[in-house]
């Protein structure tokens, strides 16, 4: 149980595009998602917490224009990296908070996006 | 602040050998503590996890952290170590937000 699915794996784009990256819990309900950026054997780093029914909470130096999160239902969560610039080349990672009583978060297998 | 550390950025031990892995943390209360295990191309997957109770937490895998309030440390430990245990580790802390540590890479000799 608690399987957190992302989709794409990886992606690449151009310069300038968007990307949508979809989160999804598919055997549970999750009010809250969190997104985070991990750089090359680097740690995870919160980007924002995404509640579902309103807007999304952004971490210090997080551009919200940018990164645009919706958190439509209780199992799908996106991440919009718009306009993208090479150095948004990163890896994705989403997870889901079944309860927030026990902060206890399952993750996604992340996205590799990379942009050229 | 807030903050993770986990001070061995690689470790380096024999398959069959014990292995401890450390992480200290700053937080302003008693946090929830959490240790990941990610493998390349993997999620990242719970190894456990302390709220409270009982200090020594055991998890799968053949894991243990023992909680140490007076240290601060939330160290993992597993008597013996198997080559499928080669990945990267993340130490986690928090509440409503979870800090992770900048992770320890094992590696495992044949």
């Given at each position: 149980g608690a399987v957190v699915s992302q989709h794409p794996s990886w992606v690449i784009c151009k310069s300038g595009t968007s990307v949508k990256i979809e989160c999804r819990s598919l055997d549970f309900q999750a009010t809250t998602m969190f997104w985070y950026r991990q750089f090359p054997k680097q740690s995870l780093m919160l980007m924002a917490t995404s509640n579902e029914g309103s807007k999304a909470t952004y971490e210090q130096g997080v551009e919200k224009d940018k990164f645009l999160i919706n958190h439509a239902s209780l199992t799908l969560s996106t991440l919009t990296v718009t306009s993208?610039?090479?150095?948004?080349s990163s890896f994705y990672i989403c997870s889901a908070c079944p309860d927030r009583g026990t902060y206890e978060q399952y993750f996604g297998p992340g996205t590799r996006l990379t942009v050229t | 602040a807030q903050s993770v550390t986990q001070p061995d950025i690689h470790i380096t031990v024999s398959e069959g050998a014990s292995l401890e892995l450390r992480c200290n943390y700053s937080y302003g209360a008693t946090p929830y503590l959490f240790w990941y295990v990610q493998s390349p191309g993997q999620g990242l997957q719970l190894l456990l996890k302390y709220f409270?109770?009982?200090t020594l937490v055991q998890g799968i895998k053949g894991f243990e952290a023992e909680f140490k309030r007076s240290q601060s440390s939330f160290n993992l430990r597993k008597p013996s170590v198997h080559w499928s245990d080669a990945a990267e580790y993340f130490c986690a802390v928090g509440l409503d937000k979870i800090i992770f540590g900048k992770g320890t890479r094992l590696h495992i000799l044949p």
């Open positions: 993208a610039h090479p150095e948004d | 409270s109770g009982d």
